[in-house]
């Protein structure tokens, strides 16, 4: 087995209840019962690599020594720069959101950090496809953090598209839960990114199954916690 040292840029939400119990907790060493997907540590062992979680990044220090107690880690930075000087650390987890995400990346890849970035990965298209150039051609493993391509149900119903089950495609119908700020940006892209995962759309067939913009029906209305918002 290999140890893959790892450290995370950003300690807010999805730090705290999406990567670091995963990676910090006995899932990643004992895996449970074989289920129809895979665990977190089934995948780590065929991989033959055991991730450890080294060091961390915040701007906010009390959450970062929050964060650090919590999880016994000790190594702790307020500047992104200064984590990526670690010659010791392998990857990055870049989870401080679109806005510093530009920032952080290019400086990883020339350090040779290996990158798991939260989407959105940026906030414009000009920032994707620079970083997309930054990658390429790097050497770097580079992922994007659409984990819903990962769910068992979703790469069941992929694998019945491939293999014919279900007939021809014609729709696909997605919702997503409302409640937070830029929801569109920040929840729903994960609809379209399903629909590229199932179909293999290519920028042009989404814009094509989207047609043209347009203003939003006037039925369809913003929920928040739940509730339909009066129109």
Same mark, same amino acid.
Not at 54 to 60: E, S
Not at 105 to 127: N, S, W, Y
Not at 146 to 158: L, Q, S, V
């Given at each position: 087995?290999?140890?893959?040292?790892?450290?995370?840029?950003?300690?807010?939400?999805?730090?705290?209840?999406?990567?670091?119990?995963?990676?910090?907790?006995?899932?990643?060493?004992?895996?449970?019962?074989?289920?129809?997907? %895979?665990?977190?540590?089934?995948?780590?062992? &065929? /991989?033959?690599? $055991?991730? *450890?979680? +080294?060091?961390?990044?915040?701007?906010?220090?009390?959450?970062?020594?929050?964060?650090?107690?919590?999880?016994?880690?000790?190594?702790?930075?307020?500047?992104?720069?200064?984590?990526?000087?670690?010659?010791?650390?392998?990857?990055?987890?870049?989870?401080?959101?679109?806005?510093?995400?530009?920032?952080?990346?290019?400086?990883?890849?020339?350090?040779?950090?290996?990158?798991?970035?939260? %989407?959105?990965?940026?906030?414009?298209?000009? &920032? /994707?496809?620079? $970083?997309? *150039?930054? +990658?390429?051609?790097?050497?770097?493993?580079?992922?994007?953090?659409?984990?819903?391509?990962?769910?068992?149900?979703?790469?069941?119903?992929?694998?019945?598209?491939?293999?014919?089950?279900?007939?021809?495609?014609?729709?696909?119908?997605?919702?997503?839960?409302?409640?937070?700020?830029?929801?569109?940006?920040?929840?729903?892209?994960?609809?379209?990114?399903?629909?590229?995962?199932?179909?293999?759309?290519?920028?042009?067939?989404?814009?094509?199954?989207?047609?043209?913009?347009?203003?939003?029906?006037?039925?369809?209305?913003?929920?928040?916690?739940?509730?339909?918002?009066?129109?």
């Amino acid at each position: 087995m290999r140890e893959i040292k790892i450290g995370v840029i950003g300690c807010g939400g999805i730090a705290q209840w999406a990567h670091l119990p995963v990676l910090t907790g006995p899932d990643v060493l004992m895996p449970e019962e074989p289920t129809p997907g %895979k665990s977190t540590a089934e995948m780590m062992a &065929e /991989a033959e690599i $055991v991730p *450890r979680v +080294v060091a961390l990044c915040d701007v906010r220090e009390e959450l970062l020594r929050s964060v650090g107690d919590r999880y016994r880690i000790d190594r702790r930075f307020t500047d992104y720069r200064e984590l990526l000087e670690q010659e010791d650390i392998d990857a990055v987890l870049v989870l401080a959101g679109h806005k510093v995400n530009y920032e952080v990346i290019p400086l990883a890849v020339e350090k040779g950090k290996h990158i798991f970035v939260e %989407k959105p990965m940026t906030g414009t298209l000009e &920032e /994707a496809l620079e $970083v997309e *150039r930054i +990658v390429k051609g790097s050497g770097i493993v580079f992922q994007v953090g659409f984990m819903r391509r990962c769910y068992f149900a979703y790469r069941e119903g992929k694998r019945m598209i491939e293999e014919g089950e279900i007939g021809q495609v014609e729709a696909l119908n997605g919702r997503f839960w409302s409640g937070q700020r830029d929801d569109l940006f920040n929840n729903g892209i994960h609809i379209f990114d399903l629909v590229q995962f199932f179909g293999g759309a290519s920028d042009r067939g989404l814009r094509q199954s989207l047609g043209e913009p347009h203003r939003p029906d006037r039925r369809i209305r913003r929920r928040q916690g739940g509730k339909p918002v009066p129109e």
